[in-house]
């Protein structure tokens, strides 16, 4: 099997600090740590929930595909995270079986980790990031 696991799911916001009030302050849960994402344009708040994630995202610059996002949708829900072993394999096979990729080959993302994603058409209008841990 090569999705393990649900990873993290990705809350778009406008501003961290204004959703750190709710989930950290309100709700209650623990930050762990807040990291920049300069390939995707976003700062990152990293909550954690029993073997799982919460990643409210932050863009930095109108460009991130979360600023998109947010113009269009506005907040909420962005993406679902699977953990993958071994994600070259599992690219590979997605591209056999003819699913629509946005990244074809992996890229870096939060806390080291290596990230590929699938078109939401793919996901049936959930946009699908895999992400393999590093070793
Ligand atoms: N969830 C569901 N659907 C989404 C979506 C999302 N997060 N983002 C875009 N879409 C939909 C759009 O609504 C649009 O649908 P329609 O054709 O029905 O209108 C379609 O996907 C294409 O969107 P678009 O506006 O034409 O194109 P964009 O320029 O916005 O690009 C996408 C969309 C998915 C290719 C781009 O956002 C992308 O490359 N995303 C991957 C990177 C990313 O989102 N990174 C943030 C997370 C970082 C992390 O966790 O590290």
Redesign the pocket.
Known sequence: MMIVGQH?I?I?VENLDAALAVYRDQLGLELDHIES?PD?K?R?AMIPLGDETI?L?EPTDDE???A??LA??GEG???L?LEVRDLDAMLEQLKTRGVRL??EEPRE??GGTR?A?L???A?R???L?LVENPS
Do not use: M, N
Request: proline residues 6%; without cysteine; aromatic residues 8%.
């Open positions: 993290h990705g778009a994402v995707q976003l990152v990643e995202l991130s595909p979360v998109k996002f269009k949708k829900f962005h993406h995270a946005i990244d993302g939060a990230i994603f078109h939401p058409k996901g209008g959930v946009l990031e």
